[in-house]
């Protein structure tokens, strides 16, 4: 290889190169090591205790000269971050961006039912049916192996303090344990931030997030760095305190304000809120919103029966809460929901018309002297159309935050795909047919490749996405020749694996989604851990392979929940090995037992491949 090239000639190429082969490449000479070092070390990934850096370079106590270059380090719990208090990390000047610690094992995400059923594939993986007897303590199992590893004792809160203390210049910091006092966690963590643009705390299950006065999180927000861009908050707030508890309260708060000014925060884009919120939650955050004058995306659950009746009705629904919003943004926020057909009287047909729907949409942001923006839009069980859908890509280029088009067979894949590329603040979208056939995608691909998405801030994607010629299926579920079902186009593999990766490039620009979704979901679709025939699968859509280009997702990091039901999906072992090593906080995968051809042998092989995950399957 040319020791002779200058420096940033070698930095360019280096850029083109998989982690594997930087480490390859760090070992052919002195000029090439220097060159890839810092690459290599710039992203540090420590997944276990005793797990050799990710980048095979060996134990990572052999290697902290190379510290200095790490700008992003991502732990498993505290243990593995204790590394960078080593008194050999002293001597260069911190470079740390972004730090993340994320819970230990992702088990803890499990409901009670896949928690028994991940023991029983323990027991089954390593043939040790004597190691539970009858009389074994269920209980102290689950707290031993998934409840106590979440929360964090006084010595890791202090180390975790004084690694912050020590890398002023962080820039994103990601948290998701549980301080035995989280109120007096966020008094000492507010002023040591002075620089902070990314703000994720205790995004945790709901059983283990920590209970905070919402005075005292109020309080924590508005001292909070004026440079913040997003937070995402996964407290619970208690709006009910005794009087012991009022008075521990006040003196938390005053702490609080002593220890920095309140301030402002103009950057702020995203308040992202965990728990449920209500009137009370709402009103006490007031003060906060008063202070964020470019806030255009607030992202918080209403708890209601489900989702698409009361998913961030709360917002408009607290006039103490939009009366601050629209004082400091200057923008008022709308919420449309369409009646559903079972609310609906048989003469009430007017008001969910595509015409109707379409003037309200296109005429919400002139009236009023402040501009207006739809917040949600939930046009499920309408007669929404292609009008609708036009006025929405038209007009909700910023503000729009949640779309979800359940039993809208009219919305085109045109329309939606207009919509994903102008909806810049969008976090969830959720368009399908619910009823319908699952080979008749809302979105194709020839679409989906005409123009570049700029949602980049999505969460949660419900699509599924057709168009895609399948030359590797040859026979159908009733084992007739695809050739004689599907019009293939004489399209090659090759052909088609180029066409999955320009759509795979597409998905990967979305590195913040947690809830990926490609497959059909039925109204009877059931979480259970048998494998289910299926009549009707989507044959034109992704492969999800590795070979027809899976591994550009690779920057989904955030994601938890992967969706492949009723897909004629190609996933095997490589693929999940893939996914464990890639999507470290993944916990859910829908519709992986589905067999697309019905073949005994290999529901068998999938579930001996997804056994001792950790993770919830069906």
Request: hydrophobic share 35%.
């Amino acid at each position: 290889m040319d020791t002779n090239l200058p420096p940033e000639i070698r930095l360019l190429i280096l850029q083109y190169l998989s982690q594997h082969e930087l480490t390859q490449v760090a070992l052919v000479n002195k000029a090439w090591s220097e060159s890839a070092i810092p690459i290599i070390w710039k992203s540090l990934w420590i997944m276990s205790e005793n797990q050799a850096i990710t980048l095979h370079l060996g134990n990572y106590k052999q290697h902290y000269r190379h510290f200095q270059h790490i700008e992003s380090f991502h732990s498993r719990g505290m243990a593995n971050a204790k590394m960078l208090l080593n008194k050999t990390t002293t001597h260069w000047t911190p470079r740390l961006r972004c730090l993340d610690i994320m819970v230990k094992n992702n088990n803890c995400y499990l409901s009670d039912d896949d928690r028994e059923r991940e023991v029983e594939d323990r027991r089954y993986a390593s043939d040790s049916s004597d190691e539970y007897g009858s009389d074994y303590d269920w209980g102290e199992h689950y707290a031993r192996e998934y409840d106590r590893p979440l929360v964090m004792n006084r010595e890791e809160q202090e180390d975790l303090l004084e690694i912050l203390r020590r890398n002023p210049q962080l820039k994103s910091f990601k948290f998701a344990m549980v301080p035995e006092d989280p109120q007096a966690f966020l008094i000492q963590l507010a002023p040591i931030l002075p620089r902070l643009k990314h703000l994720e705390l205790f995004h945790v299950p709901d059983r283990h997030r920590p209970v905070v006065n919402t005075a005292v999180a109020d309080a924590f927000l508005r001292i909070c760095p004026s440079t913040l861009e997003s937070i995402t908050f996964g407290v619970k707030f208690d709006t009910t305190a005794t009087t012991e508890e009022a008075t521990r309260t006040k003196v938390l708060i005053q702490t609080l304000i002593e220890s920095a000014e309140d301030k402002h925060h103009p950057a702020l884009r995203l308040l992202r809120l965990i728990d449920p919120m209500n009137k009370g939650k709402a009103e006490a955050l007031a003060p906060f919103i008063k202070g964020c004058s470019n806030l255009r995306m607030i992202d918080a659950p209403a708890g209601g029966r489900n989702e698409w009746e009361s998913h961030n009705d709360w917002i408009v629904a607290t006039p103490a809460f939009h009366s601050a919003l629209e004082e400091a943004t200057g923008c008022r926020f709308g919420t449309l929901r369409g009646i559903p057909w079972y609310k609906r009287d048989i003469d009430d047909d007017e008001s969910d018309k595509d015409q109707s729907v379409a003037t309200r949409i296109s005429t919400f942001s002139k009236v009023g002297n402040s501009k207006g923006y739809w917040h949600t839009l939930n046009l499920s069980f309408t007669k929404a159309s292609t009008l609708t859908a036009k006025a929405i890509a038209d007009t909700c280029h910023e503000g729009l935050n949640s779309l979800v088009v359940v039993k809208c067979e009219e919305f085109t894949s045109q329309e939606i795909q207009a919509i994903l590329a102008n909806a810049t603040h969008l976090r969830h979208i959720e368009c399908n047919r619910w009823f319908c056939d699952p080979g008749q995608p809302m979105l194709m691909a020839q679409d989906v490749l005409r123009s570049t998405w700029s949602c980049t801030w999505l969460v949660r994607f419900n699509l599924h996405i057709g168009g895609i010629p399948r030359p590797d299926i040859i026979f159908d579920e009733k084992g007739r020749s695809s050739a004689e079902v599907f019009d293939l186009d004489n399209c090659t593999i090759e052909k088609s694996h180029a066409m999955q990766r320009k759509i795979y490039r597409q998905l990967g620009r979305l590195t913040l989604l947690e809830e990926l979704h490609l497959g059909y979901v039925s109204i009877g679709y059931a979480h259970k851990h048998q494998p289910r025939r299926v009549d009707k699968v989507q044959r034109n859509c992704l492969e999800m392979t590795l070979e027809s280009g899976l591994g550009l997702l690779s920057e989904l990091k955030n994601l938890r929940e992967l969706g492949v039901a009723y897909m004629a999906h190609r996933i095997g072992k490589e693929e999940v090995d893939w996914m464990q090593a890639n999507w470290p906080n993944l916990h859910t995968i829908q519709g992986v037992l589905y067999p697309t051809f019905a073949e005994e042998d290999s529901v068998s092989d999938q579930l001996d491949m997804m056994k001792g995950r950790g993770w919830t399957y069906a």
